[in-house]
């Protein structure tokens, strides 16, 4: 890709919840800072444009993420961080979110408040797919680096990684991605954000996908698609100017939308791409594995029916006791999975079991599980969830008394 001339210099910036510092961007082929720490193994995608990337002059982020040639996910404290590429040999974490809060409160507990923070927002939101009525796919939205001001990892991607795994991992944490810019440890300068909820369908907006025939910019909800072809091995910017200007939609939503087969290298180029030409706020979703996959899903929904994978969606616990809300929801979506788990496992033999599971369960002084027991749905899963349950320890409760929950799921299948 083309890279432009000299960007000015702002100075020194703090970002990331004070973690990280930030060196000033200068010319197209910036110094290496004497400070900048040693790349040991260049895997990272890359991006040669100095106005989209700022370089990690001392990079000290709270934590970070690797996210494996296969997709996995290794979670690590960014204290102790030398700028080390290699993955450690960890195992691979399926709930990101909670192991960035645990790698972050056992480094650097001044950062206590920003997990609170977190912990807040895991009680607002459940981390699974949202109900098949929502249009618009969940996604993560696109912010300058210099806005991100909370907790926020760095995530360091192989660049033939999956970006499906890389937009469910931002979707969940938000997060900063590192590019390799001319050979220099870099940071994409377009951070992920973090959605608080679902938003509501606006009346249209783009979605944009990538294949052998170019950019696709689809208009939706009425599936309206125009193809901007590739210039050589690249994205054809003036053309994408010139269509994105022609369709007049600068004020709707843009979601980019990933594929299966979509790499992490592919979607830097994207975003770049679309931050050029002055798309400077999209979003970034997972999508099907095809255009004609999503119109199905799209008519699908219209029609009342569903689509995605099976949803466990944590209600608001009732507490009676000296717990709050948060640190119960926060407990129990640790171990969504497993919960998920007892509903797809009768899902398999009752493909349209849908409804309720109530659980009351106490908790001890000690933050134990005395009792545990579920109603509803279907006794199998009932009994399933219950047993969850029983195993769950939570902090011990102030006052030193005893706390009663009661705590709804709502279980939903999905529909290809």
């Known amino acids: 890709m083309a890279r432009p001339g000299r960007v000015s210099c702002s100075g020194v910036r703090a970002v990331w919840a004070a973690v990280v510092v930030i060196g000033c961007r200068g010319s197209s082929a910036p110094e290496k800072s004497a400070d900048a720490p040693p790349i040991v193994r260049l895997d990272l995608p890359a991006l040669d444009e100095s106005a989209r990337v700022t370089v990690l002059a001392r990079a000290r982020p709270a934590a970070i993420v690797w996210l494996t040639r296969s997709g996995g996910a290794i979670v690590r404290d960014g204290a102790s961080w030398k700028g080390e590429l290699v993955a450690p040999r960890e195992p691979e ?23 609170s923070r977190w912990k807040k927002e895991a009680d607002e939101r459940s981390t699974w797919p949202p109900r098949g009525s929502q249009l618009r796919l969940r996604s993560a939205p696109i912010v300058a680096l210099a806005k991100i001001d909370r907790l926020a990892p760095l995530v360091i991607a192989t660049p033939s990684a999956p970006a499906s795994k890389l937009a469910r991992v931002v979707a969940d944490t938000g997060g900063v991605l590192a590019v390799d810019h001319l050979g220099t440890l870099a940071a994409l300068d377009l951070a992920f954000d973090q959605e608080r909820a679902i938003p509501p369908n606006p009346t249209t907006w783009i979605e944009i996908w990538i294949d052998a025939s170019g950019l696709h910019l689809t208009t939706q909800p009425d599936d309206k698609d125009v193809i901007v072809p590739f210039a050589g091995m690249q994205i054809d910017r003036a053309a994408l100017h010139k269509t994105w200007r022609k369709l007049d939609l600068t004020k709707v939503p843009v979601d980019v939308l990933v594929r299966g087969d979509t790499t992490v290298q592919t979607l830097v180029d994207v975003l770049a791409a679309l931050h050029a030409v002055g798309i400077e706020s999209p979003s970034v979703a997972v999508g099907p594995d095809s255009m004609t996959a999503r119109a199905e899903q799209i008519k699908t929904i219209k029609g009342g029916g569903m689509f995605g994978q099976p949803s ?12 709050d809300k948060p640190t119960i929801r926060f407990t129990v979506l640790q171990r969504i999975t497993e919960i998920r788990g007892c509903y797809e496992a009768k899902l398999a033999d009752h493909p349209g079991l849908s409804g309720v599971v109530q659980t009351q369960f106490f908790i001890t002084p000690n933050g134990t599980v005395a009792s545990a027991a579920a109603s509803g749905l279907d006794p199998e899963v009932a009994t399933c969830i219950s047993n969850v349950i029983r195993t769950l320890v ?3 409760p102030d006052g030193g008394g005893g706390v009663q929950v009661n705590y709804p799921f709502t279980f939903r299948p999905g529909s290809p």
């Not at 466990?312 to 717990?323: E, F, K, R, S, T």
Request: net charge negative; hydrophobic share 45%; aromatic share 2%.
């Open 312 to 323: 466990a969606i944590a209600g608001q616990p009732n507490v009676q006791g000296d717990l």
């Open 93 to 115: 974490r399926e709930d990101v979110r909670a192991a960035l809060i645990e790698a972050v409160l056992g480094a650097t507990p001044s950062l206590v408040d920003e997990a």
């Open 394 to 396: 939570f902090p011990k």
